[in-house]
């Protein structure tokens, strides 16, 4: 499994609840330019939108060899899951105030680009700030028992 590209935000803004991995659905220059890991998916987020899965504002860099061939870089991107499951999490989504933010990028062991994608709800301040703490702590014995 090669990783394209990792949400690094979605851990620190957001609790994840429950993940999923979904297809999505490239032109031929999307695929050769996420081989080559020139994307990124910090600001994405997705969207359901007439029973589709969506991907909005996932940036992929024009491919290099692309000529005229080359797609809009923040163009929407239409997600693979089975309607059922779509339906769940749109009601999800609708009943508890949750969203759905994509975790990472990747290629599979046959080739194909999944996106992992996550069912998450947004943390506050002071829950970021807990976090923070916890890290720090766990560092610094990581550090104690290293030198000891």
Not at 61 to 75: E, K, M, S, T, V
Not at 91 to 108: A, C, E, W
């Amino acid at each position: 499994m090669k990783i394209v590209t990792t949400n690094s935000k979605a851990r620190h803004n957001y609790e994840i609840l429950d993940k999923f991995e979904t297809g999505i659905e490239l032109k031929g220059t999307e695929v050769k330019s996420l081989r080559n890991s020139s994307a990124n998916i910090n600001d994405a987020y997705c969207i359901i939108r007439n029973g589709e899965l969506f991907i909005e504002n996932m940036h992929i860099a024009p491919y290099a060899g692309g000529n005229i061939f080359n797609h809009d870089p923040l163009r929407r991107r239409r997600l693979l899951m089975h309607k059922k499951e779509i339906i769940r999490l749109n009601s999800k989504i609708d009943q508890k105030g949750l969203t759905i933010v994509p975790l990472r990028v990747y290629f599979n062991e046959k080739g194909k680009a999944k996106v992992e994608i996550a069912l998450a709800r947004g943390k506050h301040l002071y829950d970021k700030r807990e976090d923070m703490v916890k890290k720090e702590i766990d560092m610094n014995l990581r550090k104690k028992i290293k030198y000891e």
